[in-house]
């Protein structure tokens, strides 16, 4: 019963659904979503670490910094994930999604000050321009 209504809190916040909704088309770094959600890195974290505690989202470190992505490995939450994102309109997180896409650009081109963007998303975007 713990566990059900656990999963049912970490639902229950526009921000953490936010995050899941952003999280449909990939992983992410923390940087994205303060990116995105126009957040402090803190208050990103402690919704992430909600949805982890929940199983909803699984994360994996890279230098300091973590990526996410949403957690599929049990049946009902996949289900309950994929009923809860396709009720959420994009036109909801259209902001979110802007920043994000603008972001991830800049990101790519490596036109952003060094604060801003995750040291392995930096290493990893200097790699890819030096292969080209």
């Given at each position: 019963?713990?566990e059900l ?15 899941l909704?952003?999280?449909?088309s990939?992983?992410l770094?923390?940087c994205?979503f303060?990116a ?13 670490n909600?949805?982890?505690?929940a199983?909803?989202v699984k994360?994996?470190?890279?230098g ?9 490995s ?5 289900f ?6 396709e009720r ?17 650009k800049?990101?790519?081109?490596g ?7 995750c040291?392995s ?12």
């Amino acid at each position: 019963m713990d566990e059900l209504t656990s999963l049912f809190k970490a639902l229950s916040d526009e921000t953490r659904l936010r995050i899941l909704k952003l999280l449909e088309s990939g992983d992410l770094c923390v940087c994205d979503f303060v990116a995105a959600m126009d957040m402090v890195q803190p208050r990103v974290s402690f919704h992430l670490n909600v949805l982890k505690k929940a199983n909803l989202v699984k994360d994996r470190k890279e230098g300091k910094w973590m990526h996410y992505s949403i957690d599929d490995s049990d049946m009902f939450k996949r289900f309950l994930i994929l009923s809860v994102l396709e009720r959420i309109p994009d036109e909801q997180i259209k902001d979110d999604k802007k920043r994000l896409d603008e972001f991830l650009k800049k990101k790519a081109e490596g036109a952003l000050p060094d604060n801003m963007v995750c040291n392995s998303c930096r290493a990893k975007m200097n790699n890819l321009r030096s292969k080209s």
